[in-house]
């Protein structure tokens, strides 16, 4: 089948500080979204990449694009986003062309994914999983807390046993009926989610893991930044 990658963009970047929108931030001198799309494009697999722009920006990422060309077996769609995340990725869902038979969704922010993720994502699709999700295990040990006073110190309610915990990446890969039903169920139901995997859960389809790559980070806090920078630069080497 043929496959799409859908990458919302239209997010502040409230957490990188004062500034553009996170997407159109410049790393080694492209623009994060950018580097996002060529990262998804580099997978021989990839036909289409749908871009989430900022509600006031499709017109400034369309020409970004055309600046930056990707692959020629790649065409690229630009669309305005919504409020949150779960809203960009519907409007993006709704002009994927009906002859796509898989959609990866991949944030903006995570511009430095390498191809070889990207493939083992689709990969997991095309062999039968409806739903393929990225991670890796936790550095941290994570603790849940309890309701709390402001400015009273957070009660510890419960340590989960680390070695079952796994944080998750994108690109997530979807059968793409599995993913418009999630999104079409969702908004009914007016529940948000934080990630695209998590709503095709609550459908009770089966969601599977594949390994993630450290590269496959989230730009969130400014010393991501400098993480990225650095990460292009030994590519440089
Ligand atoms: N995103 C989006 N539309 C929104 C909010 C987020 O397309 N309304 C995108 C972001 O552009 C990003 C991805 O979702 O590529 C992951 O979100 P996050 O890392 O939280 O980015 P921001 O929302 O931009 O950052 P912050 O939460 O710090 O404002
Ligand atoms: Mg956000």
Known sequence: PRTAAVIPAAGRGVR???????ALRMLSGIPM????????????????????????????????LDAHALPERADVLVVPGGETRQESVKLGLDVVPPDIGIVLVHDAARPL????????????VRDGAPAVVPALPLADTVKEIGPCAPGEPEPVVATPDRARLRAVQTPQGFARAVLVR???????????????????????APVVL????????????????????????????
Request: charged letters at 25%.
């Open 113 to 124: 994914v390498p191809v070889e993720t990207v493939d083992a994502v689709i990969d997991a």
């Open 33 to 64: 979204l950018v580097h996002a799309a060529r990262a998804l494009a580099a997978s021989r697999a990839v036909h289409l990449v749908v871009v989430v722009a900022p509600p006031d920006g499709a017109a400034e990422v369309k020409s970004l």
């Open 210 to 237: 594949v390994p993630g790559h450290e590269e496959a980070f989230k730009v969130t806090r400014p010393l991501d930044l400098v993480l990225a920078e650095a990460v292009l630069a030994r590519r440089r080497a």
């Open 182 to 204: 999630a999104h079409e169920t969702v908004a009914v139901s007016g529940e948000g989610a934080t990630d695209d995997a998590g709503m095709v859960e609550r459908l009770g």
């Open 16 to 22: 990188l500080g004062p500034g553009a929108p996170k």
